[in-house]
């Protein structure tokens, strides 16, 4: 049996619960009629067989796909959601594929990318929440017509007055404000006839009285000296100060603060304000986070005890190619590392699988070499 680097890819088209599985390393075989390339997924942790109906079993079970392109040494098949399913939902297991084509066989583990989504994506968006508004939608209307369908049999006259208060209304607010156009004029005309009758009063009171002699005219410049009038304004800016006290509220447009800003998705934040996983998970990774922010992640969600992001973190990093996780992933199985937690017990097996991870990057790695020779004793 031959050995290939199996992967799984989103699907050309983007459609959810398809993906592109290309296999490294193996040459095309003779095309024929008599064959079709066919594929069998085994999970790590149970040994078990993903079978016809999505479930996975004890019997071994092929699966008989498409190609979509071949070379020299390499193959790219096409798989549906009876493949693609149950691998998405369960990213953080390790799955050994085994693909044929006639005669010719070839095996390898599998490794899942970023980007490949179940079938059940297409419907997440929205579909669910209108399906369940609708049946409310529909029955409202109907529940208030049959309510207004027995009213009008019990009044018996459907044609009493409501109709004529409308046109008395109708016909008194114009009349209304007629009114108080005039009254309007009326003030107004009574407010200049008054400051005309000020200022004739004005004019009669400033000559002085007509008499004869000389004592008629000195007399007026006599009452003339008391003028208090200049007086009066040295008393008037005292009052101006008190229009200071508008200023005020310019407090009360401070105490307004912005609302804060939301927490980083992939953040410690976020994982506190969210209890739905599997978000979290796809907003946190479409950020690309680095090594350092997935280990703190991964720190908090154990706190917390929300194991399923902490599982889909290890594996997810770990087959996209982040040694320093893969690594860390292999001691949480490693019985010289097994601390109880999130991992319920130790599993050489697994440990393993993750250590030749590592070395499949980097051979000379050598803590991974060290733990590796260990475990195979």
């Known amino acids: 049996m031959k050995k290939t680097l199996p992967e799984l890819k989103p699907a050309v088209n983007q459609i959810p619960g398809y993906a592109l599985l290309t296999l490294q390393g193996w040459e095309t075989p003779a095309a024929s009629f008599d064959c079709s390339y066919e594929v069998c997924v085994q999970r790590n942790q149970d040994s078990r067989f993903l079978g016809a109906d999505k479930k996975w ?5 092929w699966h008989q796909v498409d190609a979509t392109e071949s070379q020299n040494d390499f193959v790219a098949l096409t798989l549906g959601p009876n493949v693609v399913d149950p691998l998405v939902e369960n990213p953080q297991m ?111 009171v400033t000559p002085p009285t007509v008499t004869t002699g000389v004592a008629a005219v000195t007399t007026p410049p006599a ?20 229009a200071a006290p508008p200023p005020e509220p310019a407090p009360v447009a401070a105490t307004v603060a912005p609302p804060p800003p939301p927490p980083a998705a992939c953040s410690s934040a976020a994982l506190a304000a969210t209890k739905d996983d599997l ?66 017990a130790a599993d050489k097996n697994t440990a393993l699988y993750w250590y030749d991870l590592v070395l499949s990057r980097d051979a000379n790695h050598a803590e991974a070499k060290e733990r590796a020779e260990a475990l195979r004793k």
């Open 94 to 204: 390790t799955y050994l594929l085994q693909a044929r084509y006639g005669q010719e066989l070839a095996q390898g583990v599998m490794r899942i990318r970023e980007g490949v989504l179940s079938s059940h994506a297409s419907g997440v968006t929205g579909e669910a929440v209108s399906r369940i508004a609708k049946p409310f939608e529909t029955a409202a209307p109907a529940v208030t017509a049959a309510a207004m369908t027995p009213e009008v049999p019990l009044t018996g006259t459907p044609n009493v007055a409501p109709e004529p208060a409308n046109p008395s209304k109708s016909k008194s607010s114009p009349a209304m404000l007629i009114a108080a156009i005039v009254l309007v004029l009326l003030l107004i005309a009574a407010y200049f006839g008054w400051r005309w009758y000020q200022n004739q009063q004005q004019v009669v």
């Open 279 to 344: 978000s979290f998970i796809q907003a946190c990774l479409k950020t690309t986070p680095d090594t350092a922010k997935v280990l703190a992640v991964i720190e908090t969600a154990k706190t917390a005890k929300r194991c399923e992001i902490v599982q889909r973190l290890y594996a997810f990093k770990g087959q996209a190619g982040d040694m320093v996780i893969a690594l860390a992933y292999a001691k949480e199985f490693d019985p010289k590392f097994f601390t109880a937690g999130c991992v319920t």
């Open 57 to 61: 079993t004890a019997t071994q079970t």
């Open 223 to 242: 009452a003339e000296p008391p003028v208090a009038t200049p007086a009066e304004p040295a008393v008037a800016p005292p009052i101006a100060p008190p």
